[in-house]
Every structure is written in C-alpha cells, then in structure tokens.
C-alpha cells in the first residue's frame, strides 16, 4: 500500500497521559506520556498494519498544540491540504506576472491559460490533487462528484475550471479559482518571524515559535459574516478553510479524498502584527 493516507483518530487523556487508538482498528489502543508519544505509537501501528510510515491523522476532537491558546481556535475553523501533488506539463503563462527569479512564488492573478498536468501514478483513481511546481504553487484540485459537497452559495465563491490531462480519465478534473482570498496574519502574542522578497515584495510570515508548525492566523473581520468556507493565501498557493459545521458535513468526503486539515487561530484586528520580523529572502 502507498504511503500517507488520512486516518481518523481519537483521543484522551488519563493517568499515565494520553491514550489514543485509530477509528479503523479500534482494539489497538496506545498510551504516551506526551501527546507526541502517543502520536508515534499510532504511527507503529498503519505502519504494521499497510505499511504505511507517513500516515495523516486527524483527531477527533482536534488537538491544539499552543497550550494556553485553545481559545483562540475556539470557533473551529479548519484549514484543509490536499495530499497528493500532481506537476504540470508546463507552467508558462499560469500567472500573469509569471514566477519570481529570485524567491520562486508566483507573481499575480491567475490567467485563463488551462491547467495542463502529467499524472502520477499515486494519484489514479484519487478524487484530489494539488498542481504544484516551483516548490510554491500549490493549487487544489478536485474530481468533479467532490464538487457536489459545495453549497450553492459556495460554488458561487469559486470558479471550477477545467483542468486538462494528458491521458484520459475515467472522470473530470477541476481546478479551484477563488474570486476572494483571506490573508494570513502575524499575531503581535506569537513573536512572529519569517521572510520577504526584495524582487517580488512577497512577505512569509509564521507564527510557530508559540504556536507551533501548522497553525494559520486569520483576522476576525477577514471572514464574510455567516460563510462556511473561504480561501486561505493567494492565487499561486491557497487552502480551502471550512466553518466548523461545515467541517462536520464535509470531513467524511474530504478525508476519503486524501485531504488532511488543521485547526486556524482566530485574532481580533488590533492584534495583527502589522512590522514582523522579516529576514531577506535568499535565492
């Protein structure tokens, strides 16, 4: 079996610290002094099982790595990453700035140029995928029956655009052109760091030092009041971000997609660090 499938897992806590098992195989139980512990005891075990050493787990309820900062997530946004990356034939004319000579990003809106891609063989017979290329886009793909869990109101936030392959498929595959992204923000609490590109002027911010590797910062008055997804980053590099009851409507489809998520800190305005410590980028 390939490596790096989703798996459902569930966890508590009791006397001797975190005890967790796997949805699917749920007589194996394991017990870990830290939750990290306890996470690589889980691992043992699909590596046992399928032989699978990168597994993705979600958790259930999710665990919030920031202690002392759960309730920042409170609202339980969560941000979602499609597993398997599928490269492009070509990626000229995708962008209409192109890609940076110097950090890599790409520069600029999409353009109507289609998105072409070879195929991997760990994503045939899949239902998503990322095109990615230059080690920065990121783009998220979905078959078109993955389509059909989108509300209307939704489907009305994004364009699904064909996307071109080049064999045929037993299904369609569509790219996902948001027509609004929300930014990711550097909280004044984190001691945020991360760098910025003197040719492109784009700016990487990451809020790890205190909230640990994964965890998206998003201004409260960045998210449309009553919305149930919006689109995280910018046009070369962007997640899918759910409500938490979407979430709860959703997870089941997404996750037999290959698709894992996390949890995303929620700030006030007045809390955004607006001057972060930003290293220049080096080519």
């Known amino acids: 079996m390939s490596e790096g499938h ?27 002094a830290t939750f990290n512990e306890m996470r690589d005891a889980l691992g043992n075990i699909t590596g046992e099982e399928l032989g699978d050493g990168e597994p993705q787990f979600e958790f259930e309820p999710p665990f919030i790595e920031a202690a002392d900062w759960e309730h ?17 034939t070509t990626d000229t004319g995708l962008f209409d700035g192109g890609f940076c000579n110097r950090c890599n990003w790409p520069v600029g809106d999409r353009t109507n140029e289609p998105l072409k ?5 760990c994503a045939k017979g899949g239902r998503s995928f990322a095109a990615i290329s230059h080690r920065s886009m990121r783009i998220p793909v979905a078959s078109e029956p993955l389509l059909d869990i989108f509300t209307p109101q939704e489907r009305d936030s994004f364009e699904a655009r064909p996307v071109e392959t080049e064999e045929a498929m037993p299904t369609r595959f569509y ?38 590797y994964g965890a998206h910062v998003v201004s ?8 149930g997804l919006f689109f995280l980053g910018d046009p070369g590099k962007f997640s899918l971000c759910f409500s938490a009851e979407r979430w709860q409507a959703v997870k089941a489809a997404l996750r037999a997609a290959e698709i894992s998520s996390s949890s995303i800190a929620i700030i006030d305005p007045s809390e955004i660090e607006q001057s972060p410590a930003l290293r220049d980028h080096k080519s």
């Open 6 to 32: 989703v798996y459902v897992c569930h966890w508590q806590r009791n006397d001797r610290g975190f005890e967790g098992w796997i949805e699917r195989w749920p007589e194996r139980h394991v017990t870990g």
């Open 72 to 88: 920042l997530f409170r609202h339980g946004w969560r941000s979602t990453f499609f597993l398997t990356g599928v490269r492009p």
């Open 117 to 121: 891609v070879g195929w991997a063989t």
């Open 175 to 212: 790219e996902f052109v948001p027509r609004r992204f929300v930014s990711k923000v550097a909280g004044k609490p984190f001691q945020p760091d991360g760098w910025q590109c003197r040719q492109c002027g784009r700016r990487y911010v990451s809020n790890a030092k205190v909230l640990g």
């Open 220 to 227: 409260r008055d960045a998210i449309e009041p009553g919305a």
